[in-house]
């Protein structure tokens, strides 16, 4: 099986959540240095104690970044140099995914900002190893919509346009991109929320639970570690689409 021995990976986003337990699975597939990003300084800092607390052989290292600042994004890209695989994992969810109502107009600025320009801004002054790759994240309301959310369902499906397109341009230096699809995590929820949206999920999806991290994770390490994969979507999200 392939490792990420001898690999840099950098996840924006890599403080909690998918981020984190993207950030978790590269040390355990043995990846030299971890880089996690995150708006938050505490957060970033309290995220790679815990994930040293693991002992596990790789380098940890943390950096402040705001992903809505174009130009901390170019900065960051600088600061890190050359690197071998990028997750890009940040970016809130709506409030009206966990309570029903219609997510404002700032959400969507802020998800387009963040989720679709973010990267986009980053890939233009990143660095790669010839081999590397950069991992995107959308979510499932694309393949299967809900009732008032077409506009979240369009933020999700633009950011698949995004990976081919930018697939098609990095491959001349030999940078895959691919995108992880993926459905509701644990994470996501206030814990007074899980057991009614835990019951939602029961009745919407083949898999009738929430995902975590770890399992979203899985479809990351490997879309860096398969160099035969690119301009590919990797859905990770308990069947929803056959529900």
Known sequence: ???????????????????????????????????????????????????????????????????????????????????DHVAWTSGDLPPGLLDGTTPGQAFYDGAFTVRFWGPYIFVQSARFHPGGSLTLTSGSLDTKPRPGLSATSGVVAALEGLTKGLAVDLAPVG???????????????????????????????????????????EAYIFLMKCGYITGQRVNVDGGIALA
Do not use: C, Y
């Open 1 to 83: 099986m392939a490792t990420l021995q001898n690999k840099t990976v950098v996840v924006v986003g890599g403080s909690s959540g998918i981020g984190f337990g993207v950030a978790l699975a590269a040390l355990q597939s043995l990846a030299s240095v971890v880089i996690i990003a995150s708006s938050n300084a505490s957060r970033v800092s309290n995220a790679v104690e815990r994930l040293k607390s693991h002992k596990l052989p790789g380098e940890v290292r943390g950096e402040v970044l705001d992903a809505r600042d174009a130009v901390a994004i170019k900065e960051f890209a600088a600061k890190i140099g050359v690197v």
């Open 175 to 217: 940078v895959r991109v691919n995108v992880v699809g993926s459905g509701a995590i644990w994470d996501h929820f206030p814990s007074e929320m899980k057991e009614s949206f835990d019951q939602l999920v029961k009745n919407s999806q083949l898999i009738g639970r929430l995902g975590t991290p770890s399992e979203i994770a």
